[in-house]
Every structure is written in structure tokens, then in C-alpha cells.
């Protein structure tokens, strides 16, 4: 197995062995970005994708081509590729499907840039808060006098929890949930698994095909050894499911080793699982989350 060559000394997390919660597929954004700091990145996935109830998926997807929603809303980058899977099962694409009349909402930037490469143009979005919450915030109020459908499709993860269908019913619309893919320890079913790819270089995208290095890819198990071991230096939780596999699989963690959190909700999660985290992204993007661990490595440091 080919390790990723040293690093210039003066790189701000030179030295740091970090473990990544997500599997290569998903994980280029990051690996990059911690490999461009000085980190050596270290595989360990934790959960994984499936397809959920394509034939549900199927007919959601033929009413929002059918006008019958107002609103389309995208909670995850990994909601855009369960629908891409899905448009390309039926030959077809998202953007084609979006009737002109049909507003599109997500979560933050990154999923707007996302949807932009795939055609798709999203009019709502939330900046600083990058959540569910950070959209219900934004969210309008119905107008009982539009004349338009009240109706919101919201395809989304079958352990998503009721913020955005809470937030959206109290402003008076009625979301109509799918379960458009699975969330399921590592490694899902290879007949059932998630595999679209997206335009973007997006965080949740492989390595680049010209890019032939190799990462050492770790059960949580050998992980939990190597942590223990010193081995391992920091853990990057990628999201709330990421964080509940740690818990169960590798927790507890040394006070030595910096866990790091993408986001609030995520942080939430895992100090609610009883984890000491160390730093949390202040965005969820690759840059966001090498700035946190910068930050926490210098606290250390600093103590």
C-alpha cells in the first residue's frame, strides 16, 4: 500500500494522522484538503447508502413533474444523488422533471453549487446557519391567497429527523415525506448501494481519476486500536449517523484525540452520545473542517 509522501514541515496540521468517517467514494473533497495542510487522512467508514422504496421515489418524482408540489426541497447532497439514481433509472434527469411553476430550497452553499451543476437552480437557501433549522427560519409563511398547491416534496434520509417537516407544517404547508435512500453501516448492499456520482466537485465526491494515491482503510475496530495506540490523532465526524457508529464502535475516545464535528447538529449528536468534542466546523466544507482542526490543535497546543 502506497502512504501519502511527507509533507512540507511548515504545513498547519503536518504530523496529524486523521481519521475520516466517510468511505473514499465520498471522501475526496476532504482528503484533499487535509493531505494540502500536512494531514495524513486514514479511511475508516462508518456507514454507507442504500436506494429506499424506488417505486414510492418513482411516483413522487412523476407527480413533481406533474406540477403537483410547490416546493422541492434537497436537505443533503446525498438526497441529490438518491434522486439522481433514480432520474437515471428512468432515463431522464432532475432538472427536466422541475416544472417551471415548482420553487427549489436546500440547506447552504454547497448543495446550491451542487444543484447549479446538475441545472438545477434552488431560490431558497440558508448562509449562516447551514441546517434544517437554518431553513425553517427562512421559510415563508403560506399566502392563502397564492391560488398555487400548499404541497412540499421533501425526499430525504430514512433517519432524518422532524425539523424541516415541523418547521414547514407550522408555516402552514403540507410536506409530503419520501424516503428516497437508507443510512446503514458500512458497507451497504452492492445491489442497493448509492453510487451516482455528481457534476460538482462536490465534499461527498471520490478522488479525482487522474489521482492514484492510496489511503490506508481501517475497520472502526483497528481504528479504535490505533487511537488508543496514538496512532491515530484526530477523528472528523461527517454527520449525526457518523457520529452514533463512533460511539458504538470506537467510543471512549483519549482526551488526546481531537474530534471534530461538521456541524452543529452533528456536535449536538455526539455530546449527546457522551463524546468531548474538540472543535466544530463553522462551515460544513473541507476548508471548514481543516480550520477546525487547526483550532483545536493549537488549543491543545496552547495548554
Keep these: 500500500m502506497t502512504?501519502?509522501?511527507p509533507v512540507e514541515s511548515n504545513a498547519s496540521l503536518a504530523g496529524l494522522r486523521v481519521a475520516v468517517t466517510r468511505s473514499v467514494d465520498r471522501a475526496g473533497g476532504l482528503i484533499n484538503a487535509l493531505t494540502a495542510a500536512g494531514?495524513?487522512?486514514?479511511?475508516?467508514?462508518?456507514?454507507?447508502?442504500?436506494?429506499?422504496?424506488?417505486?414510492?421515489?418513482?411516483?413522487a418524482l412523476g407527480r413533481l413533474a406533474a406540477g403537483e408540489y410547490r416546493w422541492l426541497v434537497i436537505s443533503s447532497i446525498t438526497?441529490?444523488?438518491?434522486?439522481?439514481?433514480?432520474?437515471?433509472?428512468?432515463?431522464?434527469?432532475?432538472?427536466?422533471?422541475?416544472?417551471?411553476?415548482?420553487?427549489?430550497?436546500t440547506i447552504g452553499p454547497t448543495?446550491?453549487?451542487?444543484?447549479?451543476?446538475?441545472?438545477?437552480h434552488a431560490e431558497l437557501a440558508p448562509i449562516d446557519l447551514q441546517s434544517a433549522a437554518g431553513l425553517v427560519e427562512l421559510w415563508p409563511d403560506i399566502d392563502p391567497g397564492d391560488g398555487g398547491p400548499?404541497?412540499?416534496?421533501?425526499?430525504?434520509?430514512?433517519?432524518?429527523e422532524a425539523t424541516l417537516v415541523d418547521g414547514i407544517t407550522a408555516k402552514g404547508w403540507a410536506p409530503e415525506i419520501v424516503t428516497?435512500?437508507?443510512?446503514?453501516?458500512?458497507?451497504?448492499?452492492?445491489?442497493?448501494?448509492?453510487?451516482?456520482?455528481?457534476?460538482?466537485?462536490?465534499p461527498e465526491r471520490g478522488l479525482d481519476s487522474s489521482d492514484h494515491r492510496e489511503f490506508p482503510i481501517l475497520t472502526p475496530t483497528e481504528a479504535?486500536?490505533?487511537i488508543h495506540a496514538g496512532?491515530?490523532?484526530?477523528?472528523?465526524?461527517?454527520?449525526?449517523?457518523?457520529?452514533?457508529?463512533?460511539?458504538?464502535?470506537?467510543?471512549p475516545l483519549p482526551q488526546d484525540c481531537l474530534l471534530v464535528a461538521i456541524g452543529q447538529p452533528t456536535r449536538s449528536e455526539a455530546q449527546r452520545l457522551g463524546m468531548t468534542m474538540a472543535a466544530t466546523a463553522e462551515h460544513p466544507t473541507p476548508e471548514g473542517i481543516v480550520a477546525a482542526l487547526l483550532r483545536a490543535r493549537t488549543h491543545i497546543h496552547q495548554q
Excluded at 428516497?180 to 462536490?202: F, Q
Design 231 to 251: 496512532a491515530i490523532n484526530a477523528v472528523v465526524l461527517a454527520s449525526g449517523s457518523a457520529a452514533r457508529r463512533v460511539a458504538e464502535t470506537m467510543a
Design 39 to 59: 494531514a495524513e487522512p486514514v479511511m475508516v467508514p462508518v456507514i454507507d447508502f442504500e436506494i429506499s422504496e424506488p417505486q414510492e421515489v418513482s411516483e
Design 224 to 226: 479504535a486500536q490505533e
Design 180 to 202: 428516497a435512500y437508507k443510512t446503514v453501516n458500512y458497507p451497504a448492499d452492492p445491489e442497493l448501494r448509492l453510487t451516482a456520482t455528481l457534476e460538482s466537485r462536490a
Design 111 to 120: 448543495s446550491l453549487a451542487v444543484l447549479a451543476a446538475e441545472g438545477i
Design 150 to 160: 400548499s404541497r412540499v416534496l421533501l425526499p430525504q434520509s430514512n433517519l432524518a
Design 79 to 105: 438526497t441529490v444523488r438518491a434522486l439522481k439514481q433514480a432520474c437515471q433509472a428512468a432515463g431522464t434527469t432532475l432538472a427536466e422533471l422541475i416544472p417551471a411553476a415548482t420553487s427549489v430550497a
Design 3 to 5: 502512504f501519502i509522501p
